[in-house]
């Protein structure tokens, strides 16, 4: 089945950017949405379909996606940024939802 | 506000069955695709099941295939989760997902209720 990439951990200063990377055969071919789960909390959508942000999200996050890596990046990275993060497409050959298997995000 | 708020997790022995609902408010629930997603203690997310409005289809992760039931009543605003055959593995909290725009792009998601197998 398909099988989605991401790093365990990711560390960033606040105020710089962050760049969490989403490995996937062909990801590009895929619609990818982003998930951002803070401690004790349930998942938030944060992206979908690879760039587009639900209202409430700040512009500060966005998406990319190409060849066999899609990118969530979080500019001006804040403490309240550190979560969890999941990316996940739709995989039609199994019909089935595939998610990544995370990366925590710490903010120094 | 879309709401969803799930219920019936309980602590059960491996075999058993369990039977979880989400109640759903603030949108019409009948419009929209739904789904289950878990979690295990300390874990990622797992996709579990989806169900179509119209429940007329339903897909299911290998993991759980022909153990675990996901319907709907839209009457009543609620979606359900039947599951049998339990193993400690299944072990999780279990989340209920609306679908948005996007196929699988989940944009509201319950706080989930606590699944517990063990002897």
């Known amino acids: 089945s398909y099988v989605l990439t991401q790093p365990p951990s990711v560390s960033v200063a606040p105020g710089k950017a962050a760049r969490l990377p989403c490995g996937g055969d062909?990801?590009?071919?895929?619609?990818v949405q982003w998930y951002r789960q803070r401690p004790g909390q349930a998942p938030m959508l944060v992206i979908y379909f690879d760039s587009a942000r639900p209202s409430g999200i700040p512009e500060r996050f966005s998406g990319s996606n190409s060849g066999n890596t899609a990118t969530l990046n979080i500019g001006r990275v804040e403490a309240g940024d550190e979560a969890d993060y999941y990316c996940q497409v739709w995989d039609p050959d199994s019909d089935s939802a595939i998610f990544g298997g995370g990366t925590k995000l710490t903010v120094l | 506000e879309v709401q969803l708020v799930e219920s019936g997790g309980v602590v059960v022995q491996p075999g058993g069955s369990l039977r979880l609902s989400c109640a759903a408010s603030?949108?019409?629930?009948?419009?929209?695709?739904m789904h289950w997603v878990r979690q295990a203690p300390g874990k990622g997310l797992e996709w579990v099941a989806l169900?179509?409005?119209?429940?007329?289809?339903?897909h299911y992760a290998e993991a759980v295939k022909g153990r675990f039931t996901i319907s709907r009543d839209n009457n009543n605003n609620s979606l359900h989760l039947q599951m049998n055959s339990l193993r400690t593995e299944d072990t999780a909290l279990y989340y209920c997902?609306?679908?948005?725009?996007?196929?699988?792009?989940?944009?509201?998601w319950g706080q989930g209720t606590l699944v517990t197998v063990t002897s």
């Open positions: 062909n990801i590009g071919r895929k619609g």
């Open positions: 603030g949108f019409i629930f009948a419009d929209y695709q």
């Open positions: 997902a609306k679908e948005g725009t996007q196929l699988s792009m989940l944009d509201s």
């Open positions: 169900i179509t409005w119209d429940a007329q289809t339903t």
